[in-house]
């Protein structure tokens, strides 16, 4: 255990907290000794690729799961695996190709760790899917007094669905036992057309496509009034690409060109819309899909963070309000100047039943992937307009996304997450002396508790 002036930061740069310690277990028995032997409060990281603090609190033990990465049981028969928590989705995928097998659901990226990725309750680009919770048939947990609990939909399922998605606030998620899917060869297709055609291509080409495995929508700044659509369906195709797996670890210095040139020089956007983009589609591409869903992180990352830095956020839309919510958001967007990358849009079908869903219905994510300045009054500027897009969405029946800068007032978290209450009733029994904490939840959990105890 590491003790002295210890920093735990994101991949932004811009939220470093300072923990009281930083413990590495490697057993579930190495977490829940940990937590007993401590009374104080505390924190869980991953790949801290969270935005916003939600891998750490101030003074806090923080456990980074990182060396908790093995499998424990594989049964390729049943198309299940069963993990330690703070394994990478690109581990496992290396894992199980040989198998013929692929994740069923995961990030884009496949950088981050599988107990991350329950934590914030991710979603990739999967069709005819939705969040990761989708996928997980049971998951082991160290509750805040130390003890150890299995849950699932069927047995402890109000644990299970509180901690998916519950952002580490009602307990330390160690093992998870994980449905596979088959790694098939997938095609692209691709189509340019204007954002007021899109819901009615999707409804008629994607939706109900059954062959469709990976769907997005990128919508081009800084108008946003055209969007590409890139569906990859299963085929029975040569590959174009050898390998059947991404090995990472590289330095891209071609993407971060271009992510660079698009955000920093004169018509970039222009040039991505209409030069960059027509020559990388024009192609015809055919991948296995452990390959297409396992790209690194790196490939975005700046050569330094110091003055600027690359963001997320997202927002969830029900899919019949698409027309609705565009119009809004460029208009917000262009009259901030935010100098966007990308807004990418998925497809999610209705959570089962996480506390905190994203996704009550058939919901369409937009990824905003923008840059902005470190200094105080850019964040500052940045928090303005992501309340003004949080209420637009919400406006519409929708949500915003957690694992992002905290920047929702309390009474928007609420608007959003109708059923944070519950969650935090529970967390009041199971966690009673607020042990498991983050930035996500010293805001909007800890302000509660005065209310709570009067």
Known sequence: MQQNTLIVNDVTGLNPVA????????TVA????????????????????????????????????????????????????????????????????????????????ANFTVGGALSVNCHGRYMGLGAVVMSVREIRVVLADGSVQDASPSVNAELFYAVIGGYGGVGVIV?????????????????????????????????HFQDAVFHNADLYPPHYRKVRSVTWSRTDEATTEPRRLQQGGETYPVNRYFVWAVTETPFGKWRREYLIDPLLYFFRKVHWRNFEAGYDV?????????YTTYVLQEYFIPVERFDDFVPVMAEILQRYRVNALNVSVRHARPD????????????????????????DNAINRVSVWTRELIDAAIRVGGSYY??????????????????????????RKLDPQFRLRNVLWDKYYAPTLNDANT
């Open 30 to 109: 190495d977490v829940a000794d940990a937590i007993r032997r401590t009374d104080g409060p505390l924190s869980v990281g991953g790949g801290h690729f969270s935005m916003g603090g939600q891998t750490a609190s101030p003074g806090s033990l923080h456990l980074d799961m990182r060396e908790m990465n093995q499998v424990i049981a594989f049964f390729p028969q049943d198309k299940v695996i069963r993990v330690q928590a703070g394994i990478r989705w690109c581990d496992i995928q290396r894992f199980v190709d040989p198998h013929g097998l692929a994740v069923k659901i995961m990030q884009t990226y």
């Open 298 to 306: 790196a490939e975005l990352e700046p050569a330094s963070r110091k």
């Open 402 to 427: 957690l694992p992002y800068q905290p920047h929702a007032t309390a009474e928007q978290f609420h608007a959003a997450y109708p059923r944070a209450k519950e969650l935090f009733a529970l967390k």
């Open 19 to 26: 923990v009281w310690a930083i413990s590495k277990p490697k």
């Open 352 to 375: 089962p039943g996480t506390l905190l869903a994203w996704a009550r219905g058939e919901t369409f994510a937009f990824v905003l992937y923008y840059k902005q300045r470190t200094r």
């Open 175 to 207: 093992e998870a036992e994980l449905d596979l899917a088959d790694n098939t060869k997938v095609k692209r297709l691709a189509r340019k057309m204007s954002a007021a055609e899109y819901i009615s291509h999707f409804k008629a080409k994607v939706r």
